[in-house]
């Protein structure tokens, strides 16, 4: 059923990295170059660099934000199924891998119709945005899982912070048809990690849903600088929180 | 308040009919819901409910609170579950047992958090059901009747999957009602998305995958959890935002089956409360 061909999408290439530096991402050391982050919570609409793109505010705003967190996942997922880990991963990992490749491409899909249908083209983010994944090491189990699970545990957090900024319902149950899924992800990929060390809990552990049975939520200033050390291309969040 | 009129408040949309049990859903939700259903909704509560007003879609309060009050029963019916799961003896591999005892701990969690809110709304939290999860015989999921560990073992995986993907896709289909109350939409998204990661690993621990295929139900799922993968927007939806996600593209990102499990669709506030009736005594 399974049609084993994957569509290979060509690797951004890298380029300046004159001024390189290093986040912790969630423990994660990744390697980073130069996103301009300038977030604020004032709603003034100003944009200071006209030469950087800016996110926008309300729905915009979101959809925008979105479409850049889907961008980073659907390619880091297209690099992982290009990857010798993956086209040598026990069963189990390569279908769960392949799934998520799957979901994270129609979501950015979804996401670039979307903005496309109700904004100007001058305010919708590009649509090939440069990442840099060189601290990832594709040939290895450990680092593809480990940069899987920050990534859909970012994701979570991310539309999980982001729903108060939505104006529209329609687009708030879209934004949650969407985050429940990257929610199951998270669980699976934290479930394939958990097994390998026998701890049964950690699909949903207590470094990830706190006492009150709640999972993280974060504004995107926090999301972007935790997740800027992927993306190369600059862009500003200047109307959203 | 009519109880036609509370459920209606669970739901925004006009489907009418769509439920051969719906009378037998109302007359349930009216015995489980009868103190916090149809508790007069106090005056003062304007300025407790809303921190940052967004005109166009502010709720009202007796909303938010009716909201909050179905939400209670859901939990209440999974943290009943779980806790009487892990008193069973029909879990015995360490693995089932622990993700379990992870589940029951958040529900209950959960469970807290829902009654500290809607008392800080000045509002009294539902009284909790009394459950009865052999659905009136057809199941043994604590093996009490007689089924064996072996049946049990499976009803009693099958109800938690079936308890969970409810679960996301109830919070999901009300998370509009609570628009324009910042706190409580944020805490309500954290807590969708953690019974979303318990919908995950319990039908993982099934031997399915931690997504929805289509409307299928998968291997082993009774035919009475059914209506967990159907309702007005069935599971099989593509159509997102008034675009069918399955032209957005060509290859295996953009089938059917992927286009459908890429998103989780809502149930209405009455489809959830019929599901969760089937449970209530």
């Known amino acids: ?241 | 308040m009519s109880i036609i009129k509370f459920l209606d408040e669970f739901t925004n949309d006009n489907i009418e009919g769509k439920l051969a049990s719906r009378k037998d859903a109302l007359n349930k939700i009216t015995r489980i819901g009868k103190k916090a259903a149809m508790a007069s909704i106090p005056l003062g509560l304007a300025g407790m409910v809303s921190q940052k007003s967004k005109a166009a879609v502010f709720q009202s309060n007796d909303q938010v609170v009716a909201t909050l009050q179905l939400a209670l029963v859901l939990e209440y019916l999974e943290a009943s579950f779980y806790n009487q799961a892990l008193d069973s003896g029909v879990l015995t591999n360490p693995k089932a047992t622990a993700i379990y005892e992870q589940i029951a701990k958040h529900e209950n969690a959960h469970v807290t958090l829902l009654k500290d809110v809607i008392n800080s709304l000045g509002e009294t939290p539902g009284a909790e059901p009394t459950f009865d999860f052999t659905a009136g015989g057809a199941f043994d999921p604590f093996n009490e009747n007689g089924a064996g560990q072996e049946t049990a073992y499976a009803q009693l995986l099958a109800l938690a999957q079936a308890f969970e993907d409810t679960g996301v896709r109830a919070y999901k289909g009300q998370a509009g009602n609570l628009m324009g109350n910042d706190q409580l939409l944020t805490a309500a998204l954290q807590i969708h998305s953690v019974e979303a990661r318990h919908a995950s690993e319990i039908r993982r621990l099934r031997g399915l995958e931690g997504w929805i295929t289509l409307n299928q139900r998968g291997i082993g799922m009774p035919a009475a959890a059914q209506p967990v993968y159907d309702g007005a927007t069935p599971e099989s939806n593509t159509i997102q935002g008034g675009v069918d996600v399955t032209t957005l593209g060509n290859g295996n990102p953009f089938t059917a089956e992927a286009s459908s499990q890429a998103y989780d669709e809502v149930l209405t506030g009455d489809e959830a409360v019929a599901i969760a009736s089937l449970f209530i005594e």
């Open chain 1, 1 to 241: 059923m399974r049609n084993k061909k994957i569509k290979v999408e060509p690797a951004a290439v890298g380029k300046g990295n004159s001024r390189r530096k290093f986040l912790k991402l969630s423990g994660l050391a990744v390697a980073g170059t130069g996103l301009l982050l300038s977030c604020s919570s004032d709603d003034d609409g100003g944009n200071p660099n006209p030469d950087v793109f800016d996110l926008g505010g309300g729905d915009l705003g979101v959809l925008n934000y979105a479409y850049a967190l889907e961008q980073l996942e659907a390619e880091f997922y297209t690099r992982v199924v290009n990857g010798s880990y993956w086209s040598s991963a026990a069963t189990e990992e390569k279908n769960i891998l392949e799934d998520l490749y799957n979901h994270e491409v129609n979501h950015r899909e979804f996401f670039k119709a979307a903005l496309n249908a109700n904004f100007s083209a001058d305010v919708v983010l590009p649509a090939q945005l440069e990442f840099d994944f060189s601290s990832v090491d594709f040939n290895n189990r450990n680092s593809v899982l480990q940069t899987a699970m920050v990534l859909e545990d970012t994701g979570v957090k991310a539309y999980n912070g982001a729903g108060k900024i939505i104006e529209t319902a329609a687009y708030l149950v879209i934004a949650g048809k969407i985050v429940s899924v990257e929610a199951r992800h998270a669980a699976a990929i934290r479930s394939i990690i958990g097994g390998d060390m026998d701890d049964f809990k950690l699909f949903s552990g207590d470094d990830i849903v706190d006492a009150n049975g709640l999972d993280g939520a974060e504004n995107p200033s926090v999301i972007i600088q935790a997740a800027g050390g992927f993306i190369v291309t600059p862009f500003t969040a200047n109307q959203l929180p």
